[in-house]
């Protein structure tokens, strides 16, 4: 069995990602083990068995239940973090959740949840990660990395979907500006997925009209999680240190900028 914490781009970097019991959260977790991170991973379902597959591989991880919207679960999830790993290096912020509704039959408390889960839940993690990463002095520039995942309907909208696009495009502006504020130590960059095959598109539930107005891009296909987590190993990773503020979009051209 290789042990990946012995080797690779990350090996000696401790990470934390959030959203990681399945979909994209899942597969950064995985990518970042594979590439020697000690990674933390948190989720408001129980993510061990994303864990048990890292440690499987020979790689280190610690799954905390968490929920992003709750400020004493991140004061918790952060006292782990400190306790196992005595500090953090790279943050990814994958956790959200999507809703589909008329602008005419969503609730305000509809609204809240929404962005108390992906914007509000975003602020958290990156503040507490700020506070981390600084907790002995500025680090080394670059040294620190905040990834969140926006989507690319933070640029497109969408009819149905408006308090979903109206979170994301608040994880882009917190992005943009976390980055200016913590220059040059903490490099904070942003992932904006295109359609991807998760639970959360429930592509196999879909119609085959929607199913084909999904896949109506210049690629013609739904990207894979897989490809999310490259885009975000990349930004965690010793070849990105020119990164910061950018919002980069696996989308198989669905949205150009
Ligand atoms: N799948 C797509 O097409 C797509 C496209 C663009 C952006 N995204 C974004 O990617 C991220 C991951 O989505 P996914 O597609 O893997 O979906 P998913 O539903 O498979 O995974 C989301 C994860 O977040 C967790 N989560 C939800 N609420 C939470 C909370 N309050 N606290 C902690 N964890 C919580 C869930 O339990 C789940 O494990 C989300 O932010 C999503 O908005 C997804």
């Not at 993510?47 to 440690?55: L, Q, S, V």
């Not at 280190?60 to 919207?69: I, W």
Request: proline letters at 5%.
């Amino acid at each position: 069995m290789t042990d990946p914490s012995m080797a690779g781009p990350l090996s000696g970097r401790r990470a934390l990602v959030t959203g990681a019991a399945r979909g994209i959260g899942a597969a950064c977790a995985k990518a970042l083990a594979g590439a020697g991170a000690a990674v933390h991973l948190a989720d408001i379902l129980t993510p061990d068995e994303t864990a048990r597959a890292i440690t499987d591989a020979g790689g280190k991880a610690l799954a905390t239940r968490c929920d992003v919207a709750d400020p004493q679960s991140i004061e918790a999830l952060f006292a782990a973090q400190r306790d196992a790993f005595g500090g953090l290096d790279i943050a990814v912020t994958a956790a959200g959740i999507l809703t589909e509704a008329r602008v005419t039959e969503t609730s305000v408390e509809a609204f809240d949840r929404i962005v108390a889960v992906n914007l509000r839940g975003t602020f958290l993690i990156a503040r507490e990660a700020a506070r981390l990463m600084t907790q002995d002095g500025p680090p080394a520039p670059g040294m620190g990395r905040i990834i969140t995942i926006s989507s690319e309907l933070a640029h497109l909208g969408r009819a149905d979907f408006s308090a979903y696009c109206a979170t994301k495009a608040g994880v882009v502006g917190l992005t943009k500006s976390l980055a200016r504020e913590l220059a040059p130590g903490i490099l904070v960059n942003s992932v904006a997925p295109g359609p991807v095959d998760t639970a959360m598109l429930s592509l196999e539930a879909m119609s085959p009209e929607w199913r084909e107005k999904e896949t109506d891009i210049p690629l013609k296909r739904v990207g894979t999680v897989q490809e999310i987590a490259a885009t975000v190993r990349f930004l965690a990773g010793p070849e990105a240190t020119f990164f910061t503020g950018q919002t980069i979009s696996p989308n198989g051209g669905a949205a150009m900028a």
